[in-house]
């Protein structure tokens, strides 16, 4: 029996903005991310084993073009016909998954949960009791605790981020998830609360950041750099 390829394990997750903000106000925007998404086709199918055998999931950034309104939650999934050069020449739409902001990944019977959302300035931004920095001075370990404490996403006012109330359900964190990506432009971090391992992956696009989960290794996540 042939060896399954290594890349069969792999999933990749790639989270928004995937345009500029400069780019994100062109009225020629959508064709313009369809010839970027072409071209990250091109990048991956020069691969073909991933190609052929990895998992790609995009998850939308609040200044991304979506099928619904980009600033409220749960965002919904990026555009097919914008994405379609990515999900048919590179991947094939078996190996590619248009996913919403939040989404839900199960991974080795590990419940995975990943937001992408500013969510550390909009939680600055409306505080009223400014956290305790003389017994944690990292923001992020709060942010982290306000989210799983609540069991909610989306712990700030409505007047930060919008949510709709039909699917309010897909923001609560019962029972608390294995890994938390609460995706977003600051940086990278990693954090365990609670039996839950939460982290930031960075910014590919400013500091070429990402990072590297290994259900094997639960409880910690691979920082990496370019």
């Known amino acids: 029996r042939a060896a399954v390829p290594l890349a069969s394990f792999f999933t990749f997750v790639l989270c928004g903005n995937f345009a500029s903000s400069s780019l994100a106000t062109s009225n020629a925007r959508p064709s313009t991310l369809s010839e970027h998404f072409a071209e990250?086709?091109?990048?991956?199918?020069a691969n073909r084993t991933l190609a052929k055998h990895s998992h790609f999931v995009l998850v939308p950034g609040?200044?991304?073009?979506?099928?619904?309104?980009?600033?409220?939650?749960?965002?919904?999934p990026l555009s097919a016909s914008m994405t379609?050069?990515?999900?048919?020449?590179?991947?094939?739409?078996?190996?590619?998954?248009?996913?919403?902001?939040?989404?839900?990944?199960s991974v080795c019977g590990q419940d995975i949960v990943i937001l992408r959302e500013d969510l550390l300035?909009?939680?600055?931004?409306?505080?009223?009791?400014?956290?305790?920095?003389?017994?944690?001075?990292?923001?992020?370990?709060?942010?982290?605790?306000?989210?799983?404490?609540?069991?909610?996403?989306?712990?700030?006012?409505?007047?930060?981020?919008?949510?709709f109330w039909e699917k309010d359900h897909s923001l609560w964190l019962h029972p608390s998830p294995d890994v938390l990506v609460l995706a977003d432009r600051q940086e990278q971090f990693q954090h365990v609360y609670e039996e839950t391992l939460a982290f930031n992956p960075g910014s590919f696009s400013s500091g070429a950041h990402w990072m590297v989960y290994r259900p094997a290794h639960k409880g910690e996540a691979e920082q990496s750099s370019l």
């Open 40 to 45: 990250l086709a091109k990048l991956i199918n």
């Open 121 to 163: 300035v909009k939680a600055r931004r409306a505080c009223v009791l400014p956290p305790c920095t003389e017994e944690e001075p990292d923001l992020n370990v709060h942010l982290v605790k306000s989210v799983l404490d609540q069991a909610y996403l989306a712990p700030i006012p409505k007047s930060e981020s919008a949510v």
């Open 62 to 76: 609040p200044d991304d073009a979506t099928v619904g309104a980009a600033d409220v939650l749960p965002r919904a």
């Open 84 to 105: 379609e050069s990515l999900t048919t020449a590179a991947t094939g739409a078996e190996h590619m998954t248009l996913a919403t902001a939040p989404c839900r990944l």
